[in-house]
């Protein structure tokens, strides 16, 4: 599902991962599977068991269900293929099929209410999407960023740059240590910029967008 405004109603932060979309004061996130609905601990249990070292927080936003439904259930703001099933599609008189971009259709509110649900995510493949996107000291190390590149170029790879003269400047750091130092700096978990670079970027060191040949727009 294309989702151009994502909220989510209980945010689980993984302390090995995390994602958190709100600001929030610290009163509101609370530790342990207890902290959770009675709902979600069955599969948060479940979890735990597979993973004893994995901590869940609760993070509760105040946000009412029905109301954040209804204001994601606008026209246009959340997409599905258009090749979905129309259990997936809003097929309402004058909306259905209708491609708001190319490819791509109204949802259905019951899509919007499934994706909307992290119930539905709670899993050992799924679960990843609330992980927190803040830099933790205790969980962001090298040794994790490492095995996020390995199958690229970047993995255990040092860094060389181009000069704006053209000129190849070879550093003394690895691709993980500058994402680590970054993730320091910038706040921002580690993991999540060693995820989004092989993700965006590709595993090859020879993307345009880092070649250092690309002029500035």
Same mark, same amino acid.
């Given at each position: 599902m294309y989702n151009k405004l994502k909220k989510v109603f209980i945010i689980f932060l993984i302390y090995f991962f995390a994602f958190s979309i709100y600001k929030v004061n610290a009163s509101d996130k609370k530790d342990g599977i207890g902290s959770f609905p009675d709902s979600y601990r069955p599969y948060l249990l479940e979890l735990q068991n597979k993973h004893p070292n994995w901590k869940f927080t609760a993070l509760y936003t105040n946000l009412d269900w029905n109301d954040v439904i209804n204001k994601e259930n606008v026209f246009g703001k959340n997409l599905v293929p258009k090749s979905y099933s129309d259990n997936?599609?809003?097929?309402?008189?004058?909306?259905?099929?209708?491609?708001?971009?190319?490819?791509?259709?109204?949802?259905?509110?019951?899509?919007? =209410?499934?994706?909307?649900?992290?119930?539905?995510?709670?899993?050992?493949?799924?679960?990843?999407?609330?992980? /927190?996107? /803040?830099?933790?000291?205790?969980?962001?190390?090298?040794?994790?960023?490492?095995?996020?590149?390995?199958?690229? =170029?970047?993995?255990?790879?040092?860094? $060389?740059?181009?000069?704006?003269?053209? $000129?190849?400047?070879?550093?003394?750091? $690895?691709? %993980?240590?500058?994402?680590? =130092?970054?993730?320091?700096?910038?706040?921002? %978990?580690?993991?999540?910029?060693? %995820?989004?670079? $092989?993700?965006?970027v590709g595993p090859f060191l020879s993307h345009a967008s880092i070649s250092g040949r690309v002029s500035r727009i």
């Amino acid at each position: 599902m294309y989702n151009k405004l994502k909220k989510v109603f209980i945010i689980f932060l993984i302390y090995f991962f995390a994602f958190s979309i709100y600001k929030v004061n610290a009163s509101d996130k609370k530790d342990g599977i207890g902290s959770f609905p009675d709902s979600y601990r069955p599969y948060l249990l479940e979890l735990q068991n597979k993973h004893p070292n994995w901590k869940f927080t609760a993070l509760y936003t105040n946000l009412d269900w029905n109301d954040v439904i209804n204001k994601e259930n606008v026209f246009g703001k959340n997409l599905v293929p258009k090749s979905y099933s129309d259990n997936w599609k809003n097929t309402s008189a004058g909306k259905y099929n209708i491609e708001v971009d190319k490819g791509w259709v109204d949802s259905s509110r019951k899509a919007v =209410e499934y994706c909307m649900d992290p119930r539905n995510f709670l899993n050992e493949v799924r679960i990843f999407q609330f992980e /927190t996107l /803040t830099y933790d000291e205790t969980t962001n190390e090298l040794d994790g960023i490492e095995k996020i590149l390995y199958g690229t =170029e970047f993995y255990n790879t040092i860094v $060389k740059y181009l000069t704006s003269d053209g $000129k190849t400047v070879t550093m003394k750091e $690895k691709y %993980s240590q500058l994402i680590l =130092e970054g993730a320091k700096t910038s706040k921002v %978990s580690g993991y999540h910029l060693a %995820s989004r670079i $092989k993700q965006e970027v590709g595993p090859f060191l020879s993307h345009a967008s880092i070649s250092g040949r690309v002029s500035r727009i």
